[in-house]
């Protein structure tokens, strides 16, 4: 079933073969609650409680192959959610930091990731102000939607590093990368239309 998925995948526009591979590799069913098993590898949301959802996997891989990643790069995460897109970071080789403003939700993920046997730096927070102590980052993913590029995030981005970020209203919003030079000129490029669960919080909505 995980194979039909990567397929489709494809099918959809998915080209980077390690993005393809790290989602053939992780077991997305272990991410659901078992009553759920048969929805594990569709294309789509599931919710995982308190309000929130697994991102699709769809979105998944286009927000990994948007942030051009390889094996060593330091990697932020807002959301945390279920931990999938994060194990997939990590799957990739990145040293990643994964924020969640939910503690019951960080709690399950940081339990599942280690025992998955993923060495992830997991906090509990608003993630909309990033982690200041742990920056700069070389990228920064966000798997909510944000009214705003909070300015929080763009300044803990390192000099040639990337911002991936669905912007918008509550309904939709537009998938953007935003590019920071080696001189921290901006520049930001679009991705097409997404429905995420707000980012709630300081820089986020209310
Ligand atoms: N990456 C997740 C996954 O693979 O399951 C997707 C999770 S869901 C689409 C978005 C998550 O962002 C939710 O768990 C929500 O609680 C969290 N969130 C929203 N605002 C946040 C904030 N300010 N800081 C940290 N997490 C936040």
Redesign the pocket.
Known sequence: MRNQLIKKLEQKGINDPVVLQAMAKVPRHF?LDEAFLEHAYQDK?FP?G??????QPY??AVQTQLLQLSPGLKVL????????????LAELGCKVY?????KS?HDK?KSLLTHMGYKVNFY??????GIPAHAPYDRI????GAPIVPDSLLNQLNNNGMLVIPVGDTGTQKMLRITKGQTGSIQTQEFGNFS??????????K
């Open positions: 991410f949301a995982i308190e309000g929130q959802t697994i991102s979105t998944v995460e807002i959301g945390t959610g279920s931990g999938y897109q994060c194990s997939i994964s924020i969640e403003r939910i939700l993920a509990c927070g608003d993630g909309t102000l993913i966000v798997t909510a995420f669960v707000p980012l709630k919080g300081t820089n986020g909505w």
